[in-house]
């Protein structure tokens, strides 16, 4: 069992910066691929960027270049650095932890989830 714990979300004017953390517990972080996904008001949720357990990382078209993912697996959390905010990106973003290899884009393929942290990007 994995438990996820996200927070650093909050109210930024577009342009800005927020980074959001998701602790882990268990011990066997390391093993597990890391996901970011969120949920717009009215809107399905959808997937933001991936880390994989290897240290490979993927993002979506809309936030490549202006996010970024990374790990601390000494410290079991998954970072997501959101730069050059804009008022679209707001939403509650979710991480979620897999063990699986393939699939990583796909939040069925996803075993465990935080409960999420609200960002609002001001325009």
């Known amino acids: 069992q994995v438990q996820l714990v996200e927070s650093g979300g909050g109210l930024v004017q577009a342009g800005g910066s927020l980074r959001l953390s998701c602790a882990a517990s268990?011990?066997?972080?390391?093993?597990?691929?890391m996901g970011w996904f969120r949920q717009a008001p009215g809107k399905e949720r959808e997937f933001v960027a991936v880390?994989?357990?290897?240290?490979?990382?993927y993002y979506a078209g809309s936030v490549k270049g202006r996010f970024t993912v990374s790990r601390d697996n000494a410290k079991n959390t998954v970072y997501l650095q959101m730069n050059s905010l804009k008022a679209e990106d707001t939403a509650v973003y979710y991480c979620?932890?897999?063990?699986?290899?393939?699939?990583?884009?796909?939040?069925?393929?996803?075993?465990?989830w935080g409960q999420g942290t609200q960002v609002t990007v001001s325009s």
């Open positions: 979620a932890a897999t063990l699986k290899r393939i699939g990583i884009f796909t939040q069925r393929e996803y075993d465990y």
């Open positions: 268990g011990r066997t972080f390391s093993s597990y691929a």
């Open positions: 880390i994989s357990s290897g240290g490979s990382t």
